[in-house]
């Protein structure tokens, strides 16, 4: 009598997301050990992630050898105007189809794209360090001087906030442990008697000795410190007068842990992520775990990321990561650019341990992220401007790749002699993938091609045999049946298929093998 397949199902494969971080061995079939150009969608399945529809026209002609856009800015008017700024080449432009340069102050030179932007009283404000802040008011053509306080000029620093009625600057070269207050509803006052401008300074406050504020955010009606170590919140904020912060009240300090990356602070509505030295972490977790080893919700990639971190970095790009959170995909997005790489964290149901499910991008290589008011993704590519949409790279296809650890049956004992896959994918018209699959932790893949019908269906096609349904909305649901050789005690499988227009989604993979001899 034959011996009846054992049978492994993979329902909804890299459900946990990935992980780099620990041992392989009793892994978990529902995390991956590569997910990459994908995400975890609302139903919990491994998927391809969209592509950009590129929307400039003109950005190698205004770009020219710059890097491309490496900062974008929103600005609603008071009457509703739309106007979309964008930074690269060391120039400022508007518009998103065609970018057009806008004018500087007579004599004013540009010697970086490290800008910080906030939109205040109908106005947005541009400050970068060793440059004199601009201004932009609605209904104006050209960029103008923050003008001078009497003799006074205006703070020249990194980071920006516009919050509690104020805008406020810090990390200003050799004051990063102030922090200015402009005057109350002016971000035009900085200086003067008799003006509510502010000046805090942390010298004594930093919990475990000096350090340099690296982030501001306004969160929950605490003014939040980011400084490299530590982090600081103020309360009473709202309505300061003087030029000292003398009724600022000191509500919490965090030590040990820091932000290392202004623009990787990014609010989630309850929360604020960000940057450490340690990996992505909360805000809301870290006040209310303080007593507690801190949980990073990066844990599961931590070695990878921090790698990659620690790259930009040496390579003097630190201050060109980049974040973005976006409640329409559920996601925080950190993209570092000079190591290629995007992680993507999904904010929708976080594991048992407090991290995070996450997925990694390639190709698609953003410098800068926005998320506007109508909850439409903004990138910033060396080509200009581009949106997160579709699913196709611009004119080109991109390939989006899934692997998991090593599995075992619950048998770490028995030779497994894998005989057929079933491969259950959601979408995938007419595309075509590869399956792979090796053994007892091998490198050395062996591959089968099969493909998808355009259409729903029943009937063979190319070496996969097919089981086809209607879904919901009109998309396709397939199984095609792969069969397979080898035997191992273990066995690792992977999707590869390339995108090229249509969404892919893997629901569920089946491995059926016969249990050979006691090893």
């Not at 120039?91 to 998103?96: E, N, R, S, V, Y």
């Not at 089981?467 to 499988?493: A, D, F």
Request: charged share 15%.
């Amino acid at each position: 009598m034959a011996q009846p397949l054992q049978n492994l199902s993979i329902a909804a494969p890299a459900f946990y997301g990935l992980n780099t971080q620990d041992s392989p061995v009793g892994m978990s079939p529902n995390f991956a050990s590569v997910a990459d150009n994908c995400v975890i969608d609302k139903n919990g399945r491994i998927g391809a992630r969209n592509g950009y529809k590129k929307l400039t026209t003109n950005g190698p002609s205004v770009l020219g050898s710059s890097v491309g856009i490496e900062h974008i800015q929103e600005f609603i008017a008071y009457d509703g105007t739309v106007t979309v700024f964008s930074m690269g080449n060391n120039k400022i432009f508007t518009g998103t189809t065609t970018l057009t340069q806008i004018a500087f102050p007579s004599g004013y030179s540009c010697t970086g794209n490290n800008w910080k932007t906030a939109s205040f009283t109908n106005k947005v404000y541009f400050f970068q360090a060793g440059h004199a802040p601009l201004k932009f008011t609605a209904g104006g053509t050209a960029l103008e001087l923050v003008p001078n306080s009497g003799s006074t000029a205006p703070p020249q620093g990194d980071e920006l906030l516009a919050g509690f009625g104020r805008l406020w600057i810090t990390s200003v070269e050799d004051e990063d442990y102030k922090i200015y207050g402009s005057a109350l509803l002016n971000g035009d006052i900085w200086h003067g008697s008799g003006n509510s401008w502010i000046t805090i300074d942390l010298t004594t406050v930093w919990p475990q000795g000096y350090d340099s504020v690296v982030a501001l955010a306004e969160h929950n009606g605490f003014l939040v410190v980011f400084g490299k170590r530590s982090i600081i919140l103020y309360s009473g904020v709202v309505g300061l007068e003087g030029g000292v912060a003398a009724s600022i009240t000191l509500a919490d300090t965090i030590e040990g842990v820091g932000c290392i990356a202004r623009d990787s602070v990014a609010s989630t509505g309850d929360d604020l992520l960000f940057l450490s030295n340690r990996g992505v972490m909360s805000l809301g977790r870290l006040i209310q775990e303080k007593s507690i080893p801190l949980r990073d919700i990066s844990k599961n990639v931590r070695t990878d990321l921090m790698q990659s971190v620690d790259a930009e970095f040496a390579s003097g790009n630190g201050h060109t990561i980049r974040s973005c959170y976006s409640a329409k995909h559920a996601f925080y997005l950190l993209t570092l650019p000079h190591s290629k790489s995007v992680y993507c964290f999904d904010v929708r149901a976080p594991l048992e341990d407090g991290s995070f499910r996450v997925t990694t991008w390639s190709t698609i290589e953003p410098l800068a992220l926005s998320v506007f008011a109508d909850d439409v993704l903004y990138m910033g590519k060396e080509s200009g401007l581009v949106t997160y949409e579709g699913n196709i790279d611009d004119t080109d296809s991109y390939d989006m790749r899934y692997f998991s650890h090593p599995l075992d049956w619950g048998n770490t004992t028995n030779l497994k002699f894998l005989k057929k896959f079933n491969v259950t994918v959601i979408g995938g018209a007419g595309a075509s993938a590869v399956l792979n699959w090796a053994y007892d932790y091998s490198n050395s893949f062996s591959k089968a091609s099969f493909s998808f019908e355009d259409v729903a269906n029943e009937g063979v096609y190319g070496v996969g045999e097919f089981n086809i349904s209607e879904y919901s909305g009109g998309v396709t649901v397939q199984t095609p049946r792969v069969n397979t050789t080898g035997s191992g005690t273990e066995v690792t499988v992977g999707v590869e298929t390339t995108i090229n227009g249509n969404p892919f989604s893997i629901q569920k993979i089946d491995i059926h093998a016969l249990l050979g001899r006691f090893i």
